[in-house]
Every structure is written in structure tokens, then in C-alpha cells.
């Protein structure tokens, strides 16, 4: 992983290669998304559950042991279209700033520097049909979603695809992982799906 990329990924996640899956394992006793993300040799690298705190959306990532690792919060309550902020949980430090264009047609996330706001990458929904499915119809967040990964030069970096199914899993190849930082696009991965689904 090149320098430049490894400086976004929090200091107790440990990130290797450029394919991953994350999965929503379930939901706990207050109905509250929970999820897993594991490399391609099927280790767990962290799990995740989302929650509200101070009625902002909030999820939070710990390691295999339960310890926390990092969390994602909204800028402000209830918030669908807007910023998501990654910590480091561990040194307090802000790393990037997920920000959230909300379409009924299609979704954008743009990752950003929390310093400077310089672009990192972007994850984009294909198709508008199947994304307004999957908000419209009765059993839509079944349907399977597909998202492109860009880089900051608006290159092809990677994809994010689902299948048909009940929980959503999520397999997450990256082409481009020299300019592109791995572990905020697994970590998106499941925030997006959080929110969008709550």
C-alpha cells in the first residue's frame, strides 16, 4: 500500500490486497444494522454497527476483539444528504469526510481529505433504474446494487457490487489501490449502506 493512501487508514485496521467483502451479518436486539468486513482470505478486518448518538448517524467499527477502531458520524441530525466524518479512535484524528450526494436516481460519495477537503475518490451508483428500485419498490433493498469506485483524476479505480439477497453483501475489488485509500472505501462500504437503509 503506498504511503500516501496507508496515512487514511486508522492505526489499529490492518489492510492488505485490493479485494474485500463486507457483509450485513444481522441486527442486534434494538434492530440496528450490524456488519463485517473480511479480506480475501475470509479474515474478519473489523466489524461494524450502526447506531444513533445525539440523534446523528453514527456507526461504529471495533476489531475481532470488540475494541474500537474508528467511527463514522454525521454533521448534523438526521442526516441523509450530507458529511460523514471518519476518527481514528485511537489517536482522535479526523481522516477523511465522506460526502453524501442523495438522489432518488443516483447515489454519489465523495471521499476527502478532513484537512484540506482534496477529492480521494468517488463511489457512484450504476444504473438510476435499479437505485430508484431500490428505494421504491415493496421488497426493492433486495435487489442487488452496484457502485464504480474513481480516483481523484477521475479514474477507474475499482467496483462495489451486491447480489440479490436479503442482507446485503458487498464485493469490493479495487484496480487502483496506489491512488485510491483502501480501508475509507471499505468503511464506506458499510456506512453506505447504513444510512441508506435507516
Not at 485490493?18 to 434494538?30: A, H
Not at 453524501?100 to 451508483?125: H, K, P, Q, Y
Request: charged fraction near 25%; include cysteine; proline fraction near 4%.
Amino acid at each position: 500500500m503506498h504511503a500516501t493512501t496507508q496515512r487514511y487508514q486508522p492505526e489499529a485496521v490492518t489492510l492488505s490486497g485490493t479485494e474485500f467483502t463486507v457483509e450485513q451479518t444481522g441486527k442486534d436486539e434494538n434492530m440496528r444494522p450490524e456488519y463485517e468486513a473480511r479480506d480475501v482470505t475470509g479474515t474478519t478486518v473489523f466489524t461494524g454497527k450502526y447506531e444513533m448518538y445525539q440523534e446523528k448517524d453514527t456507526v461504529r467499527f471495533a476489531d475481532s476483539d470488540g475494541n474500537e477502531v474508528c467511527t463514522v458520524t454525521a454533521s448534523g441530525t438526521w442526516d441523509i444528504a450530507g458529511d460523514y466524518r471518519l476518527t481514528d479512535s485511537h489517536t482522535g484524528e479526523d481522516l477523511v469526510v465522506f460526502e453524501n450526494d442523495f438522489s432518488m436516481l443516483r447515489d454519489t460519495w465523495r471521499v476527502r481529505d478532513a484537512d484540506d477537503g482534496s477529492l480521494l475518490a468517488e463511489i457512484e451508483s450504476r444504473g438510476g433504474l435499479v437505485t430508484a428500485g431500490r428505494k421504491l419498490l415493496p421488497l426493492g433493498q433486495w435487489i442487488g446494487h452496484e457502485y464504480e469506485i474513481t480516483g481523484p483524476e477521475g479514474n477507474t479505480a475499482g467496483s462495489i457490487e451486491s447480489g440479490f439477497a436479503i442482507l446485503d453483501e458487498y464485493d469490493i475489488t479495487l484496480t487502483d489501490s496506489g491512488s485510491v485509500p483502501p480501508a475509507p472505501v471499505v468503511i464506506g462500504t458499510a456506512v453506505i449502506d447504513a444510512i441508506q437503509g435507516n
